[in-house]
T-cell receptor, first 111, second 115 residues
Framework: DAKTTQPPSMDCAEGRAANLPCNHS???????VYWYRQIHSQGPQYIIH???NNETNEMASLIITEDRKSSTLILPHATLRDTAVYYC????????????FGTGTLLAVQP | GAGVSQSPSNKVTEKGKDVELRCDPI?????LYWYRQRLGQGLEFLIY????????KSGLPSDRFSAERTGESVSTLTIQRTQQEDSAVYLC?????????????FGPGTRLTVL
């Protein structure tokens, strides 16, 4: 199973960009990188995913290195409501698409 | 349309009792997943449904845990003879499987407390 490594916590000032790193050095060629976040006492919320190209949507941007061994989630203008645990996930099984969650990064956006 | 819903939102039970947790997926979603999240930890996969069949039950922790799904609709997770270590938030997710990548959308969870 491909595993991910994330820092346990990060701080970011409100209005600034939040850059959340993730290492996935054992990722396979057909495995996607997914990002979810979980705000306290809520279910996880999908943010973005990618295979090898950089991706952008209304929530965030995902930058994947050329060797695919790491990626960065970018929240361009963090707000207090972005305070959450952010999970970087490499899809494990093409057959079932079950998600393997690690412990994630607790992002604290400071006023 | 409506997102994934789960009921009850909270359940307190006594050790040894059976509980049923319900998940209503997003309409039209063919795949349904159950996960468990213990306090302060990440999510653990329990079971996956494609339609009403369960090709992956590998995460069910013991034979006290079972789940079923009616067609491509409601799913029920049943825990028999509950134990204190079953206390957790049980999360359901659904997705529209196309054979390629798909995105799972999660419900708010059911918080189970076993006394």
């Amino acid at each position: 199973d491909a595993k991910t490594t994330q820092p346990p916590s990060m701080d970011c000032a409100e209005g600034r960009a939040a850059n959340l790193p993730c290492n996935h050095s054992t990722i396979s060629g057909n495995e996607y990188v997914y990002w979810y976040r979980q705000i306290h006492s809520q279910g996880p919320q999908y943010i973005i995913h990618g295979l090898k190209n950089n991706e952008t949507n209304e929530m965030a941007s995902l930058i994947i290195t050329e060797d695919r061994k790491s990626s960065t989630l970018i929240l361009p203008h963090a707000t207090l409501r972005d305070t959450a645990v952010y999970y970087c996930i490499v899809r494990v099984s093409r057959a079932t698409n079950k998600l393997i969650f690690g412990t994630g990064t607790l992002l604290a956006v400071q006023p | 349309g409506a997102g994934v819903s789960q009921s009850p939102s909270n359940k307190v039970t006594e050790k040894g009792k059976d509980v049923e947790l319900r998940c209503d997926p997003i309409s039209g979603h063919t795949a349904l997943y159950w996960y468990r999240q213990r306090l302060g930890q990440g999510l653990e996969f329990l079971i996956y449904f494609q339609g009403n069949s369960a090709p992956d039950k590998s995460g069910l922790p013991s034979d006290r845990f079972s789940a079923e799904r009616t067609g491509e609709s409601v799913s029920t997770l049943t825990i028999q003879r509950t134990q204190q270590e079953d206390s957790a938030v049980y999360l359901c997710a659904s997705s529209f499987r196309t054979g390629g990548t798909d995105t799972q959308y999660f419900g708010p969870g059911t918080r189970l407390t076993v006394l």
